[in-house]
């Protein structure tokens, strides 16, 4: 079974422009999952889908959106990028059984460099 | 309030030394699930082990086992017999019982090094 798979792995984009990056779930994955990670905040959650809906939302602010897909791949969107955006942005999927023992399967992420 | 709390910034240990990483947390609800998760520096976040908040025995999986004591709300693990394979950032995850949600909160991390 191929594992949650990201692209691009690496980006590099100036202040202002803005990025879109994607996630591919494990097959029968039905939740996908956002994080951020950064030095300094340490990994922080963004948002997570389930069944093209969010469901759940981090303190992040309006410029990073989301969106699942109907095949459960999803992108993730930040716009007019800063450079305190630059980070190593995880993806995860689970199946979403609902219960606490919910393991999610993390993707190589995606390091954003905003110059 | 912190929810996840590590409190060794980098632990050293050496090859086939056992160590244990700290991991004290902070909930109110009766049913969350722990996690530990270790990050080499490639980035991915590879899941080691599990633990529920209703599981009478602390879980084990190879190598790898967690010290789960409730009452003091903490689930520290334990690597037995460490390798140079081991070295690592280790974190620390929970997700509590909201029916429907996958979010994990993290702490901070470990970093882990072992030396020959």
């Known amino acids: 079974k191929a594992g949650v798979t990201q692209t691009p792995r690496y980006l590099i984009k100036t202040r202002g422009q803005q990025v879109t990056l994607s996630c591919s779930p494990i097959s029968g994955h039905r939740s996908v999952s956002w994080y951020q990670q950064t030095p300094g905040q340490g990994l922080q959650f963004l948002f997570e889908y389930f069944s093209e809906t969010q469901r759940n939302k981090g303190n992040f602010p309006g410029r990073f959106s989301g969106r699942q897909f109907s095949n459960s791949r999803s992108e993730m969107n930040v716009s007019t990028l800063e450079l305190g955006d630059s980070a190593l942005y995880l993806c995860?999927?689970?199946?979403?059984?609902?219960?606490?023992?919910?393991?999610?399967?993390f993707g190589p992420g995606t390091r954003l460099t905003v110059l | 309030a912190q929810k996840i709390t590590q409190t060794q910034p980098g632990m050293f240990v050496q090859e086939k030394e056992a160590v244990t990483l700290d991991c004290t947390y902070d909930t109110s609800d009766p049913s969350y699930g722990l996690f530990w998760y270790k990050q080499p520096s490639s980035g991915e976040m590879i899941f080691l082990i599990y633990q529920g908040s209703y599981d009478q025995q602390n879980a084990t999986e190879g190598r790898y086992s967690l010290n789960f004591q409730k009452a003091r709300k903490s689930a520290n693990l334990v690597i037995s017999a460490s390798q140079l394979g081991d070295s690592a950032m280790y974190f620390c995850?929970?997700?509590?019982?909201?029916?429907?949600?996958?979010?994990?909160?993290f702490g901070k991390g470990t970093m882990l090094l072992v030396s020959p």
């Open positions: 995860a999927s689970s199946l979403a059984k609902g219960t606490s023992s919910d393991e999610q399967f």
């Open positions: 995850a929970m997700r509590e019982g909201v029916v429907g949600y996958s979010t994990l909160t």
